[in-house]
């Protein structure tokens, strides 16, 4: 039995190989320029990516440390992005309050802030040794 046929087939999936890659990627692009024209957030951590990154490149440590460093940095947007997907998704259920609504927004907030704390924790463990050196 061919299971294709039996299963409710989104209509918008049909795409395959380098068509579906590359819709996937203006999909992806279009995701990005909106979470920076409509998400504060979004910008400024953006901002902090922007500023940071070329810290991490120019700091006296290991490739695989500036990688982690940079790699926090991008921790944080994607958890951003996710969380922005949350809400968008909650309100266009309904913006009135529910307690299950919350608690959602606050799930992603809460993702957002700890992503935040790896991205400190990381950048300070690598840059308080560089700044207190004998």
């Not at 700091?59 to 996710?82: C, M």
Request: with cysteine.
């Amino acid at each position: 039995m061919n299971l294709k046929y039996h299963i409710n087939q989104n209509p918008h999936k049909g795409n395959r190989g380098l068509t579906r890659a590359w819709h996937a990627a203006k999909n992806s692009w279009c995701g990005l320029v909106y979470a920076f024209l409509e998400e504060s957030a979004f910008r400024q951590e953006l901002t902090l990516f922007v500023l940071l990154t070329p810290v991490a490149f120019f700091l006296p440590i290991a490739h695989l440390d500036k990688a982690l460093l940079i790699s926090s940095l991008i921790l944080v947007l994607v958890v951003e992005l996710l969380n922005s997907s949350v809400e968008a998704a909650i309100d266009r259920i309904s913006f009135e309050h529910h307690d299950l609504s919350k608690r959602a927004k606050d799930f992603g907030s809460a993702a957002v802030m700890l992503a935040l704390l790896i991205a400190v924790l990381l950048w300070s463990a690598t840059c308080i040794p560089l700044v207190f050196r004998p």
